[in-house]
C-alpha cells in the first residue's frame, strides 16, 4: 500500500506561484501513475494533473493547462504540482492520489475513481 502526504500549500496572492509536494511511503511508487485532484467548498473534487508512472506522459484540467506543472521524483518518492498565475478560483484544498492500476501508461486519469490510495490534502488559497 501507498502512504501519501501532501504539503507546500499556502496563501499567496493573485498572480503568484506555489509548488505543493507529494511525499510516498511504498517500494512498488515508482511503479503507479499519480494525480492531483482539487476541491472547493460546495464543489466536486477536480482533476487536475497527472503522470505516467514512467513519467513519461502527463495531463491537466482545462482550468489549470499551461499555468501548472506535474513531475514527479521516484528516486525520493515524491510528487510535485508547480503551480504559476494563480488565480482566486485556484482556492481549494489540493490532494494527491496514487493510481490503482500498476505500470498503467494510458489517458485515462482523470476521474477520481481511478485512484485508490489518497493524501490528507493541503490548503491553497488565492487572495485576489
Known amino acids: 500500500q501507498v502512504q501519501l502526504v501532501e504539503s507546500g500549500g499556502g496563501l499567496v496572492q493573485a498572480g503568484g506561484s506555489l509548488r505543493l509536494s507529494c511525499s510516498a511511503s511504498g517500494r512498488l511508487f515508482s511503479h503507479y501513475s499519480m494525480g492531483w485532484f482539487r476541491q472547493a467548498p460546495g464543489k466536486e473534487r477536480e482533476f487536475v494533473a497527472a503522470?505516467?508512472?514512467?513519467?513519461?506522459?502527463?495531463y491537466y484540467g482545462n482550468s489549470v493547462k499551461g499555468r501548472f506543472t506535474i513531475s514527479r521524483d521516484n528516486a525520493n518518492y515524491v510528487v510535485y504540482l508547480q503551480m504559476n498565475s494563480l488565480r482566486p478560483e485556484d482556492t481549494a484544498v489540493y490532494y494527491c492520489?496514487?493510481?490503482?492500476?500498476?505500470?498503467?501508461?494510458?489517458?485515462?486519469?482523470?476521474?477520481?475513481?481511478?485512484?485508490?490510495?489518497w493524501g490528507q490534502g493541503t490548503q491553497v488559497t488565492v487572495s485576489s
Open positions: 492520489a496514487s493510481d490503482k492500476r500498476i505500470y498503467y501508461s494510458g489517458s485515462a486519469l482523470q476521474g477520481a475513481d481511478e485512484y485508490d490510495s
Open positions: 503522470i505516467t508512472w514512467s513519467g513519461g506522459s502527463t
